[in-house]
């Protein structure tokens, strides 16, 4: 077990590493000297660029070492929206198709969701939302009753951010594949939490993102399978194979290798099996103490193995986790003018309102130890009793 996080000193337990990690003290350090010392410009011929050139290309190699990518295959991006942005329009744009259609499922990621939308509405384009079931899962055969002559690209994430659904992304690029198209996985809450490989999933395109893995916001990758061909979204000198110019951050970068590095020591290591093994300890003292009332939100696998969505009868999400400060984490709903609403996600699964109003999802990472999980169920349980 790595020592504990200083940022957690004094603070409430963190069940909230879905929505964003801690940066890990590791990553700092790495990233450090190229904020001070190795200032220079990665293409710049001279001395003062080499260090910081060989240091993204470091970089590159163990955020494609992460996914089983070629490292001239990893495109470094802004955020996991950008690297979102770029794959969908940029293969939609590249495509040179009439009416370009495309396909996704309606519990994506608003930036694949609203980018979505951008191409229809400014392109032209026709997009298909396919439903989920009750898990949250797409059935393959939807997908393939969908394609049609015009389809130039399949968006479907690996791993829902509030229930950690895994959807079966080999099986959908494979049918993707075999009609002609291009097949782009949003990996955000998967990558550094179960093991990936681009090359044995067929898929085309994958996002990475830095702040879902212990690196600082502000750096994500996008894999960009070679052969495939891209409309820039930012134009300019040619940098990151012209795919996004900018002159590059080479700190971020950086971070995002190391953090990569780490997690993929992690997975070699069964750290994944630790979580999961929490996780499922807290989930069977909710439901032992409070028999009959708690439900599983989402599929019970295949899931991530750091996610546990559920719903408590008899109290809302955001009530219980105002009665308990000593926990941070998250629900589904949004709170719009004081009224909450239920997860758009949850919704689409077929979930009542009610059910929905009461989701929690707990999500543990890096740092969680079994005395946090047992206190939070103890907070948890004592709180669901009395609200």
């Given at each position: 077990m790595i020592p504990a996080h200083p940022v957690f000193a004094d603070g409430p337990l963190y069940l909230d590493y879905n929505a964003t990690t801690p940066v890990d003290p590791r990553v700092a350090e790495a990233m450090e000297p190229y904020l001070a010392r190795w200032f220079g410009n990665p293409s710049s011929g001279h001395a003062y660029g080499a260090e910081p050139k060989q240091a993204l290309e470091r970089a590159r190699r163990q955020v494609a070492a992460l996914i089983g990518a070629r490292a001239d295959e990893i495109v470094?991006?802004?955020s996991g929206s950008e690297s979102d942005n770029l794959a969908i329009?940029?293969?939609?744009?590249?495509?040179?198709?009439?009416?370009?259609?495309?396909?996704?499922?309606?519990?994506?990621?608003?930036?694949?969701?609203?980018?979505?939308?951008?191409?229809?509405?400014l392109h032209g384009?026709?997009?298909t939302y396919l439903p989920v079931d009750h898990h949250g899962l797409m059935d393959p055969q939807d997908l393939t009753a969908a394609f049609t002559p015009r389809t130039v690209l399949v968006s479907v994430m690996a791993a829902?951010?509030?229930?950690?659904a895994l959807?079966?992304?080999?099986?959908?690029?494979?049918?993707?594949?075999?009609?002609?198209?291009?097949f782009h996985c949003d990996a955000a809450q998967a990558a550094g939490k179960i093991p990936l490989d681009v090359t044995a999933s067929g898929v085309d395109l994958m996002t990475v993102v830095g702040h879902k893995m212990y690196a600082p916001k502000g750096i994500a990758a996008l894999y960009v399978r070679t052969g495939v061909t891209l409309e820039p979204l930012v134009y300019g000198g040619g940098q990151e194979r012209g795919l996004?110019?900018?002159?590059?951050?080479?700190a971020l970068a950086t971070a995002l290798g190391t953090a990569a590095q780490l997690a993929a020591d992690d997975l070699t290591d069964g750290d994944h099996h630790r979580i999961r093994e929490l996780r499922d300890h807290l989930h069977s003292?909710?439901?032992?103490?409070?028999?009959?009332?708690?439900?599983?939100?989402?599929?019970?696998?295949?899931?991530?193995?750091?996610?546990?969505n559920v719903s408590i009868d008899g109290v809302r999400g955001h009530e219980l986790l105002t009665?308990?400060?000593?926990?941070?984490?998250?629900?589904?709903?949004?709170?719009?003018?004081?009224a909450h609403t239920p997860s758009p996600v949850l919704s689409a699964m077929g979930l009542d309102t009610d059910r929905s109003l009461a989701a929690l999802r707990l999500s543990l990472g890096r740092w969680s130890t079994p005395d946090d999980i047992n206190l939070a169920a103890d907070l948890l349980i004592a709180a669901a009793r009395t609200t």
């Open positions: 470094f991006t802004g329009r940029g293969a939609v744009l590249a495509a040179e198709t009439d009416r370009p259609h495309l396909i996704t499922q309606i519990t994506e990621h608003p930036a694949v969701l609203e980018t979505c939308r951008a191409l229809e509405r384009a026709d997009v829902n951010n509030e229930t950690g959807q079966p992304v080999s099986e959908l690029a494979r049918i993707t594949r075999a009609h002609g198209a291009l996004r110019a900018g002159t590059e951050n080479v003292r909710l439901a032992a103490a409070l028999p009959g009332r708690v439900h599983l939100n989402g599929p019970a696998e295949p899931r991530l193995p750091n996610t546990l009665a308990i400060p000593e926990i941070a984490a998250s629900t589904g709903s949004a709170c719009h003018s004081g």
